[in-house]
Each structure stands twice: as C-alpha cells, then as structure tokens.
C-alpha cells in the first residue's frame, strides 16, 4: 500500500512531487501515517526485529526517489529535444532537490549516478547549444536568459563532481552499474551497521582518548570497515599509494557538502593519515584532516569541541614532526602543487612541495581557543581545565616559529610569535610564573601519561591498520619558558619588529606597552607609545587592535596612578570614561545603551570581540583609580576657579558624580574621606598596596593644602609656614616646595616673608570703580571686536556687492525713485558719452546700462581683479537679444574671455581697451529690421583683442561689416579672422584666445585668486560651482590644512576641465522670461551658513545666476526676474507672459499663494508681501518643479558628478571648443 | 667623582683617535687608576696604526724597555702598507702639490675628472688611493696630511657616501688639531648633509646626528661662540629628540650652556620639561640643579647640587677645560657657570619673597654679608632687581610688581582706538567705492 502511494503517478511534474512530500509530512491517508511512524520507529530502535518492514520501507523510498529522479531525467531529454531551457532550468533546480534527498534517504555520500548522468546530459547540451549560434540568437529573451544562468551555475555545480562526471564519460555504462551494484550494498550497511551513525564519531574520539575503550574501537572500526576495509583492511601491503590517493580525493571533494558527516570525516581522515604511504602523503591527509577538524564547528560564534581541540593541536605536532624529520618537504600555499607530488618516498631528495598554511592553522587554532574561553562561563571549572591547555597551544605555536624561523620565512614567524605575545602580555610575572609551573607540571604528567598514550598507540595499531609511515615525535613536547616574562616579551617582540607586518608591529607594540605598563615601567611604556605614533593611527586599525590600544591605555593608566603620576594617569584613562562605555571600549561586557537599540547582528559582533574573563582588568579598580586621579586634579582646580564656571573642567565625570552626590538629600557618613578612599577594596587588588597608599596619602595631602589655600587666601593676611606644616601633616620643606609652586605659577598671589616664615598675601582687591572700570574695558574691546567681524563680514570676507546688489534689484523691483534716478542720469550719461563715437550715424540705438560708465572704476579700484557683474548680465542679455533677433545667430559667452560672438547672423564685436562695441545688424523675426545696433560697454581693461565672427550674408554685406568697424579698431583686424567661411573664423578666433584665457585661468587659481572667488561669492562663469562648493573661507588662508589643499586641488582639476566652458545663445523662438530658485538652509559645513541660489533664463537662454548666503531665495529671484523685466522693457522686449519662477519647496510656493498670514511666517512677512503683490500682478508666476530637475541644486548644494554636468547641460554651458 | 664620568658613555660614539683625549684628561685628573687609562690607552691604539706611540705606552706601563713581539711584527706591517699606499696614491699627490697644476682644477667636478684621466692619466684608481693613503695617515697619527688629502679627497670624490666617510674624517683631524674654526666649517657641512641625505633608515640618520652631537663637543667647548651654537645645534628638535632616544647624557652639556648663556630664556622653559622628562633615564648634579631650582622650588637642595656641579665641571673632559693665566689656572666655565647658578636661585628666590634677610641670602648665595651686600647692590644698579636694602633690619625688600590697575586699564584701551581708526578707514574706503560704482 505504501509502495503504491510513493510510486509516482503518470505525468511525474514537479507539483506532484511537492505534493507528495507535503503527504508526507501531513499524512492525510492514516494507512501512510502508520507507515510512517513505522519507518521513524524504525529508524530509531535500529536493533529492532522489524527489519523486513524497515527494509522494505527503505526500498520504497529509495526507489521513490529514484524514480523521481529517473522521471526527471526523461524530462530533461524532452526539454532538450524542444530546447526549452526555462524548461531545463527547471529541471536541474528539481534534480539538485532531489539529489539531497536521495542523498538523505540513502545516507551516503556517494553521489548517485543517475544524478551524475544528468549532469553528463546538462553538460553536453549546454556545449551544444553554446555552439549552435544560429540558434542562439533565435531564441526567446527569457529562454536565453535561462541558458545563461544555466551555464553558470552548471559550471559551479559540477565543479564538485568533476571527477565523478568525469568517470563516468570514460566508463558510462560500467558506472552505471556500479550505482545499480552499489545500492543493494549500502542497503546493507544500513541494515547491518548497529550504532547510531550520529554517535560513531563521538566514540570513536573517545577511543583515541582513553585508547583503552575496546569497544569504542570495534564499533568504529566495524563503520570504517565498511567503508574501507574492502580495499585495506585485508592485505596491508597491498595497497598502493594511488588507492590512498583516490580514496583520500574522495573524501576531500565531499567535504562541506550537505548531507556529510564532520565527524565522520575527521574518522575516515584520521584513518587515511594511518595508511598514508609516504610522509608528505601523510603530510597532506594530515592538512585535511586538521581543516576537517575546524570544520566541526561549523557557526562563528560557537567554539570547536575542546576534545577535537586538542586532537587538532596533536595532529598540528604531528605534521611538525614529519616536517622536521623530512627537510625536503616545503609546505607552501601559494603554488598549486602537482596533482602526484605527494608520491614521492621518503628517499625522493628534491623538495617535495605539499599545500598546506601553518600559519593560519596556528592562528585559527588560537582563535579557537580565544573563543572557547569567551563561550565558557569563567566561574566554572572547566574554564580553569580549559585554561590548563594553554601551554598546549603555546608549545605548538612555539615549534612552528621556530621552524618557521628555521626555512628562513621569518613574516610568518613572527605572525605566531604574535600569537605568543598575546598570550602572555596580560600576565603579571606572578601569573606568568604559575603558568610556568603548570606547563613543568603537565610535562611531567604528560611524561607519565606518555606511556599511557604509547599503550594507546600500541592499542591503535593492533586494532587499527599499523601506521605506514611512522612519525617519532622529533618537536619538543614541552614549552620552554623563559625566567621572566619580560625575557621572553622582549625575545618575541624583537622579532616581531624586525619581520612583521604593520598590523603585527602595531599590535605587537600594544602588547609590549601593556607588558612594560604591568610591571610598572611607566617611562618606557610611554616612550614606546609616542614613539609608535600609535595614538595617532589608531582609529584607523581593526576593531580587536583598537581594543589593545584601550586595554593598554588603561593599563598605562593604572601603571601611572602606581608609580604616582597622577596626571599623566587622568589622562591615559579619561578619555576611557568619557563616553560612559568603558565595558564596550575593553571589550569586557556588552555594555546596555539607553539610547539606541543594537540590531542583533550588532551585538553578536560585539559578542565575538569580547575578552575573556582571565584577561580583563578589573573595572572597578580601573575606575577607583581613574576617578581618585580626577579627583586630585579637580578639587584644587574647582577652588581656583570657585566663581567662574565657565573656566575649564579637567573631569567632568568627577564632576557629574559629584553633583549627583551633593544632590542626595541624604548623604552617607562622611567620615574622614582619606579613609573611605582607604578602605575601599579594590586596594586589594594591588601590589605594593602600602607604598601606593602611603604616595595616595601624599598626594592628598599636598592636593588639600593647595584647595585651602586657594580658598581661604582671601581671608588671610598672612599665614605662618609652620602652621600650614602641621594643619597638613606635611614637611615644612616640602610645604614651601608647593607654596613656591603656586607663587611662581601665578595661581596664588603671595609672596614669603623669608625673616618671619609666613607667606604674605597679597591679592588685590580692586575698588568698585577699578572693577567697573575694568568691565568697562573689556565691554569696549568686545565692541570693537564685533564691529570689527561685522565690517569684515561685509567688506573684507563678505561679499561686498551682494548687499548691494540685492537692494538694486529690489528697488528696481519696488521701483523707489531715487534710484530709479541715478539710472535715468547714469542713463544719460552714458548717451552722452557714447556720443562722441557713435554720433552722425542715423539708424543706430544706443543703448547704456547705469553702471557701465561710471562704475567701472569704482570696480577696478575696489577690487583690481573682479568685473564689473552687472555690465556682464546687462551685457549678456543683450547678446540674448541679438541671437533671438539675428537669424541664426550663436552666440558664445565665456565668463574667462568675455564675450565670443559667434554668429551667422551679421554680428561682431570688439574689444578696444576699456571699451565693447557691439555692433549687429539683423532683423527680427517679424522681419523688422533694427539697422545698426551700437552698444557701448565697458568691460575689461585687461584683454585687448577682438573677435568677429563670419557671417554667412553675402560677401558684400560682408563688407559692409568690416567696414563698420570704428576707427581705431587695430585689433579686430589684427585677430585676421573676419573672412573665410564661418567654422574656419571661429577656429582662428579661438585660437587667438588661447593665450589671454589660460593667463586668466592662471591668475584666477592662484591662492589669492581663489580667495577673492570666494570672498565675494560673485557669479563668475562657469567657475561658480567651485566658488559655492569651495569650503576655504579665507579663514582658513591662516591656517591651512590638509583638506583645504585637497579642496584646492579639486578645484584646480576643474577648472582645468573647465577651460572650455563657455555658454552658448541660441535660438529658442520664444522670448519668455524664467527663473529657477533654490536654497540650502544653513548647509555650508563649516559656517552654518545658508545658501540660496538662481538662474534666471530669457529665451531659453541663461542670462544670469547668482548665489550667495543669507537670502530668502524666492524674493532675490523675484528681484532678478523684475530686474530682467526692465531691461528688457528698455531695450525694447518687453515680455508679454507672467515671468515664471521655478522652485522645488512646496511650502513656500503654498506660503507665496496663501492669503492667511501665519504667526510662524512672520520673519517673512516683508518679502511674502512683495512676492505676493508680484503674484497678483501676473508679472509672475510660480510653478512648482521637481527636486530632481531643479537646476540650482548644483549652486546651492553638493551634487554628484553626472547631476551636475547634466545640469550644465541644461544650462547650456558646453565646450566653446568643441566642434560644432 | 667617577659616577658622573661620562666617558664610557661617551666613548662609544667617537672616533678612536678622538677618545685620546678624552682619556688624557681623565689621566690629569686621576680620577681612575694611571694604570687602568694605560691599558685602556694601548687596547685603544692596537686598532690603529700608531704603533710607535702604542710602544712607548707599553714600555712606560711595566716598567721595561722591551715591546712584545706582535707590536713591532705590527710596526714592519704598518710601514710596508704605508709605503705601498703612498705609491700608488703618489701620482695624484705628486700632482696635487704641483701648484701651477692645481690651477687648472675648477669647480666643475666632471671636467676635472675629465682632465685628470686625460692629461695625467690618473683615473678613479688613483683618486681612490688617495682616500685610501688619506685614511691611513690619519690612522698613523699624521692628521694635518690626512686633513689636506681628504679635502683635495672631496674635491674629486664622486661617491656621495664616499665623500660623506671623508668629511668625518676631515672633522676628526680638524679637531685633533684643534683647527676649531674649520672643525666648525666641516661640522656644519656635516650637518646640512645629515639633514638633507636620505637614509636607509631612519634609525640610521639618528646615529649619525648622535655621532655629529657627540663630536661637536670639542669644538663647542673649545670655540669662543660654541656656548651659543651648542644650544642652536642641540635644541632643534631633531636633534632633541635624538638626545632623548638614544643619547640623554648630552642633556648635561647642553644644560650647562643654557646655565651659563643668560640670553636663551624662552628656550629655556621648555628645556626644563625636557629634562624633567628625561628624569627617568638621566640625571646628574647639573640637570638635577635645575629640577631644584626651576621644578621643586627646593633652593636649599640647589645649593647643595650647586655644589655637586663644580665637581662635576671639574671632571668632565669638555667642560673643565682649564685656561693657563701665567702660572695660575682656572677652569673659567666653572667660574661662569657657578656665578649664573647663583643667580638663577636668586632670582627665583626674589620673585616668590616679599622680605629676605641678608644674612640668609648671604648663606645661600655662598658669599659672606659684605659681598652680598654688594653684589645684591650690584644687581639693583644694574636695575636688574627691583628691591631695597633696609639695613636697619638687615633685610632686602622686594617692590611689589603688581601691575597699576590705571596701567592697566590703559593697556586694555590702547589698542582700541587704533582699531577704531582702521575700521573707520575700511568703511570709508569701502563707501566712496560703493558710490563711485
């Protein structure tokens, strides 16, 4: 019945057979839950005379599976035959599912080879269909992703059954056979072996311990026999070094596998390294058999079997000992050694090259240890049993340095020499010495129960195959430890430094301070620090080396406060206590944080780094001490400064406590406070406890006489020496000593009466007036100071035209009177002076900006680098209007060269000394035609030269426009590129640039350049960016760091990636007027200031931007926006569509919108009114634009590369070089 | 006095020839047994190649006329190889003392290379020789020829580190022949390489700058300004920190110059943590004298050490050194260092008295009352001390330095109107510029 239920039905798909394992488990049908409980039954009283039914059971359910398989198989075929590989996929997930559970079922780790049949299948037609292109190409997107993912994972798959795959191409049907063979065998192990498989391992270690537990042999050999013996057991002398081989490969590959036993493994391993032919044979198996031994625990958090442990550290000895009995062999893990290598004999005399590490096996092996002493509960006694095993490792790790050191890899020795250190560092000589006693101790047990153990090998090999190769322990057994520890550290870390590491040196310095700190050798232990630099490079070292630094800060701490420094031992240890998480920094308790929760894996980790017991130190003495020295060092220091709370604080730990302590409403018994700090226990812990109390009671003494002093000085007028002296309990000598201190530091005001021996006070107390005099004083040069940050705010390290600036454009805005006067009058002046050049030509507009004429000095006196922005806007805009008006014009800006026109339509300009001319003629879209344009600017009195651009008129009108040119003009014929076609003239043009602009580059990098950039925050070109990014306020020119030159640096990269930048003017068709907004509230790092920022565009084109601190964004590009209005209006395009203004904030386009006015917007009443009347008019209009295509984000905020050369792009800043 | 010889300690870092000295003195002042520097002199000499001088030793040593064996087996030796040495150096010489050839020589090292090969056939063989015959003679003794050789050595040297061994060597025969000014020349250019050459490591550069220290001892003790230069040479900071790491016994000289150069003040201070940092690993009477003074207040333990410190000048081969007036001798460091100790304590003990008995003063001053007197009105004149005499109560009273409070408040608003003055002339600059724009 039950066979009738497992057998798979028909069609065989997958669903079925999830259904059948969900039967399983739920076992509708009761007749399947019998049998079921039958089969776990079985299963667990193995001795059972139920066996027919359990074999039954067993065949059922292999023939289940591989049926299920063989079904899977067929469907494979089909797929393949209709190259479905979704299909296929399918299909191998399904397989490897039912491969475990074959594997389950069966208990084997061999593969079945059905199972490797389908892989042959997989393997060949995935070649094939690799091959096939045609095909390939043909298929399904999702088909061809299929085929992919199949190839790579087959390719990992079969990895682990390379060889099996490989065998059974060789041999298909043989091994076929074979698994048909192999079944019914396995079956009868299943039958046939009586123990628990789970306890064989377990026995079996426990045979090897005792060596006398017969029966723990039998069993395990009558398991081993059933896997080995065939081949072994019956004629030892038969078998051969390529049977080991392949039996030991096998193994290997089995390794890690699901499904494989780790003990079983570490049996079968062990036996091999019995049988092994030849040493380095023996060598290999016993590599395996030591990682195999790790593997046992597989978590990483629990620690290896302590048993297996110690099997591991013997079997470690053992491979010492054929290494050292064999020299030729080297054992090396960077070359992958020939696959025979390990044939070679005993009498092979070249190197024979085995894989293996010793180092990291030591290491783990250490590690390993390390955590089994963090798992163990330190106040049981296994953690003491556990401890008696550190000789054990300290031998092993002995012995391999000293091979190490031996073939001359003296790195890797002094990697194990580090883990020597650390072993004994944290030890007191005491300790040390009882260490010492113990590993004499055990060797003398170990000699006993040497024999023991040689009776146990002569148990081994009787029952056990004998041992081909034999191993006579050559390594000593024994550690050597030197007298004193200190003998020994010194020894290991020499070494260390000579060969190590950065991080074993730096670890190995930490242990050495530690050492030194421990036996009170405080002035080395410091030197050492310093020396190091360690403090320094710290915070950039692992986890567990910054614990050392803590754990060796607080014993230089503790090894201070003994040898009375007090200060020196505040300091080693205040910086531990600052944080309150002292137990975290040493590693010694996880420490429970109010504040925040820690996530598991957080704590887990914490977990893994903590030290174990016997290593730390106490806390409670570490914090006796730490806060006595606070206390020393406060209380003189709280009365000096009784009445100033703001001067500095040496503990504040001290300080919370004792705040705390003077809160209680009831305060403990204060007795005699030298003998609370007496009695407290920790004194125990110390050694020399009478001369560090007696130096304790010094320091006291001498730390009170200071505080009285300090405090009552004000009540006495003279004070006899000898009186203090006795008070104190102190030498009258060394009560002088300290007085003078205090004199000649400045911290009393007193002086000695040397005939009468009293100390003569004579602090001065001022007179009300004096006093209010002197607050007087101070008031005043706080004032001047202030003022001083002011003016220097807005002159010296502010920008000085932005004030300005702004109030220009607000009351073009507001439109106020008076300044709308000065810019009729600037206005007319510059007719007036455009005159004399521009008179007696009909048709000609003249067209001035206000500050063109008479600003210009003022600029060039103010600031002899900076131009004239406003010119530079007005100018830009008029550019604008010129490429909107001409046909085809494109006009190039470049903030570095001025102005490049390059245009098809009839445009030019030049440049002559102080002087612009612009000169156009084009016609507007409608057709009008504007004659002549003449535009007088000033703009730069520093390049001289002119640029013209071709024009693609005809040639006569060609000539009409060089003939245009005002007299005077050499330079524009100089430039030679005003004929031939347009490209070819641009060309010419930008490379008679190229001088003046790189000299303009160069001067606007230099240091004082880019101060001047920054000072003043002024939109320079394309060189914005920098300026607002820039982080180098001129503060910073006074003390220069590290940053500020990488900051410079970056700067300089991009400016000289951005020699090129220039914006160019097109043609949109439109005349429409926007602006984009944006602000960064307090987002500068280094100041807190507040970065706004804008773009204003006409015509789709970029006329102005601006950014600068302090503004509320949306009303400065309101007053941008109104400010474009009217020039534009002036020169006679007046925009006819509300001006849009582009912001991201949500809430302040709702605050702009909203009639309600908010107590909460009230700082903002003034310029929500302004934006509001705006709003109202229509002049403008405020739509909301995504964050992400906000383009003043790259002035108001650090913006990734690709954000911001896209927005660039938007901006239309590109290469004025590149070809077009 | 022995434990505050420092001799042992200083040997190790000096050339051998640069130890006789040393050991001369220590003879002079008897301070071991004659016998012991003999033999200490002869185990000296047996490296070098003064076989002759080792010989005389010997003989004066026991007493006899006869040498043993291997030193006059050694002497044939030494003279043989001198022989062979001047031989194949001779080309060069015979070139180098031919003054109207040397014109020739310029400063371009190649051409003169150049020309050498050409027209003398000397080539790097030769000019090796010469370094070669150069370090022999100075093994001999002969220092003035080693010193020209191994300049006219440099001249032509083209290994750095070559040049580097000559330029020690030079040094030590400069001082051997207490050419000071010169030795001060070489000593500097010795310097600068140290500082500049890149060493394999730089433990390495540590040991030469120590070798440098320890070999400038004689010139600065010897030249007239080397009180000050010491103090240029061993307060830098590299060479500090080389003093502390590995030579803290120099701390003694160049505490005595500091004691006895009064213009070094503000160095002075840090110099004092100095030494109390190095308390630990060195200490004698003379930095123990400034601990006392300027760490303990302890002006009667300064009295003591003050004490303790004459002796130790007394014995210290660089710093007793004596000075021959007729047929009267005096070690005039000690005589400066002792007057400017005397004022130290002095002048620490007035800034923290109100009132001292003159008598007192006189104890601790080590003068009796008369010359206290005159000394302490010696310093008042001088203005160097702010106080009185009252001799009715035979006490010296200190004026009160307390700052006048209208001083002060004066002080305080100095500045301020300069301040004002300047802010007002930026705001105003910064208008006129806002109005012309």
Redesign the interface.
Known sequence: MASKFWNPTGSDSEDDSDYDSEAEVTGGDPATKQTDNKYLKDINDSDSDDSDGQKRVVRSVRDKRFDEMNATVDKIKNAKNINDWVSLQDCFDKINKQLEKVMRVTESEKVPSLYIKALVLFEDFLAQALANKDAKKKMSSSNAKALNAMKQRLKKNNKQYEELIKKYRENPEQSEEEGGEESPDEEEEETDSEIDPTEIPISGSEGEEDGNNESGWEKKLSKKDKLMDKQFMRDPSEISWDMINKKFKEVVAVRGRKGTGRFEQVEQLTFLTKVAKTPAQKLEILFSLVSAQFDVNPGLSGHMPINVWKKCVQNMLVILDILVQYPNISVDDMVEPDENESQKGSDYDGTIRVWGNLVAFVERIDTEFFKSLQCIDPHTREYIERLRDEPMFFILAQNVQEYLEKVGNFKAAAKVALRRVELVYYKPQEVYDAMRKLAEQTQDDADAGGESQQEAKAAEETHGPPAFVETPELVPRKPTFTESSRALMDLLVSLIYKYGDDRTKARAMLCDIYHHALLDEF?IARDLLL?SHLQESIQHMDISTQILFNRAMAQLGLCAFRTGLIPEGHSCLSELYSGGRVKELLAQGVSQSRYHEKTPEQERLERRRQMPYHMHINPELLEAVHLICAMLLEVPNMATNAHDTKRRVISKTFRRLLEMNEKQTFTGPPENAFNVVNSLHVWKLLRKRESILEMLKAKTKEEALRTYLLTYSRSYKTLSLEQLAKMFELSE?HA??IV??M??NDDLRA?????TRCI?F?D?E?TRL?AL??QL??K??IL?ES??RA?EL???GGA??LP?RRRDSQDYGTGTPALSGRWQENLSFAQGRQGGGSSGRSGYRTLGYG?TG??S???F??FGQSKPRASCSTLKILLLCISSISLLARIIYSQSLGVVLNGKGCTMLTMLHKDVYIKFKGETTEGEDYGWVDVGLVIFDKIDGCIESGSNKSPSEREQGSTQIPSGCDDYAASGSREGPSGHGTKAASNSYESPLRCENASGVSPGGLRDQTETARPSGPNEHCTTECPSRPTFMHAPSEDHMATVMQILSYLKGALGKGLTYRKHGHMDVRGYTDANWAGNITDRQSTSGYFTFVAGNLVTWRTEAEYRGMVHGICELLWLRILLTEIGFKPKEPMLLYCDNQVAREIANNPVQHDRTKHVEVDRHFIKEKLDVRLVDIPFVRTEEQLVDILTHAVSTGRFQDSLGKLGLGDIYAPT | MAEYDLTPRIAPNLDRHLVFPLLEFLQERQMYPDEQILKAKIELLNKTNMVDYAMDIHKSLYHTEDVPQDMVDRRVEVVARLKALEESAAPLVNFLQNAAAVQELRADKQYNLQMLSDRYQIGPQQIEALYQYAKFQFECGNYSGAADYLYQYRALCTNSDRSLSALWGKLAAEILMQNWDIALEELNRLKEIIDSKSFSSPMNQVQNRIWLMHWSLFIFFNHDNGRTQIIDLFNQDKYLNAIQ?NAPHLVRYLATAFIVNKRRRPQFKDFIKVIQQEQ??YKDPITEFLTCVYV???F?GAQKKMRECEEVILNDPFLGKRAEEGNFSTVPLRDEFLENARLFIFE?YC???????MG?LAEKLNLNYEEAERWIVNLIRSSKLDAKIDSE?G?VI?E?N?PN?YE??ID??K??SG??YK?VG??L??A??????
């Open positions: 002035s020396m000598a002088h000593c003078s201190k004199m000649i002086s000695w009466d040397q005939p003569v004579n001065i001022h004096q005099a002197f004083t101070e005043l040069s001047a003022n001083e003016t807005k002159i010296g000085v035209d300005m500050q008479g600003g000095d003022g600029y006196d103010s | 790491t630990h690993s303990n207040y302890d009667d620490t800034r923290i008295h109100q009132r001292i008995d007192v109560s006490t200190m009160p307390h409070v002060q408040l305080h608003t500045a301020l301040r004002t802010l930026q705001i600059e910064h006129q510029a806002q109005i012309a724009r």
